[in-house]
């Protein structure tokens, strides 16, 4: 019976007739069909660009997401230290930038690390203070700027007085932020032209 059914769909198929688009543009729309749609070279190179770009990014940017838990004198600190000067230059926020080496000086100061992580601590936050001063000089953001520093000097003020091991480490640190403070305060709209921009 079924070979009968395949006999009889054999003949009715040789006998119907062919239409006439295909009779003329049926060979050229299968061609066009089959092709294989490959890239050219140019769009692998695209392609392979693209999927090397995505990748380096995803690499970048988890290196900068572990570095942000590196502590001074970590090998991933100065990835985080340089995160951050990125940040501040693309956003102008350089006040985060002293917040956040203001934490790590207090960091260090309260744990028992050694004098080579605060001593880095402690000139990645100068660094970031005398950064910080031109850029608030020249923006005008002088008293924003002087405002952060009395809190950071509170904050350094009342750590070192918690603990007489911090004293001694964070009195430099006091000295600085005081430093910074005053310059602030005593510099004059004629002497703002003076500063080099960063």
């Known amino acids: 019976m079924s070979e009968n059914l395949l006999k009889e769909s054999k003949r009715e198929y040789l006998e119907t007739p062919l239409p006439e688009y295909l009779k003329y543009d049926g060979w050229r729309d299968l061609r066009v069909k089959l092709e294989p749609r490959g890239w ?3 769009g692998m190179a695209f392609k ?3 999927v090397f770009l ?3 990014l995803f690499f970048l940017g988890s290196l900068v997401g572990v570095a942000q838990a590196a502590k001074p004198g970590d090998k ?5 230290v340089l995160a951050d000067k990125i940040f501040a230059q693309v956003t102008g926020n350089y006040e985060v930038k002293v917040q956040r080496r203001a934490a790590e000086v207090i960091e260090t100061s309260r744990s028992n690390e050694s004098t080579r992580a605060a001593d ?3 000139r990645e936050y100068q660094k970031a ?3 910080a001063k031109v850029k608030a000089v020249g923006s005008g953001k002088r008293e ?3 405002k952060i520093l009395e809190r950071q000097e509170e904050k350094f003020k009342k750590e070192s007085e918690s603990n007489d091991q911090t004293k001694e480490r964070l009195d430099d640190v006091i000295k600085q932020t005081e430093k910074v403070k005053d310059e602030i305060q005593n510099i004059s709209p004629a002497e703002d032209s003076k500063l080099p921009n960063l």
Do not use: C, I, P, Q
């Open 54 to 56: 995505a990748a380096a």
């Open 129 to 131: 203070l005398d950064e």
């Open 144 to 146: 924003n700027f002087k």
């Open 48 to 50: 392979r660009g693209v």
């Open 76 to 80: 991933l600190y100065t990835v985080k």
């Open 120 to 122: 880095r601590a402690n």
């Open 40 to 42: 050219s070279l140019w």
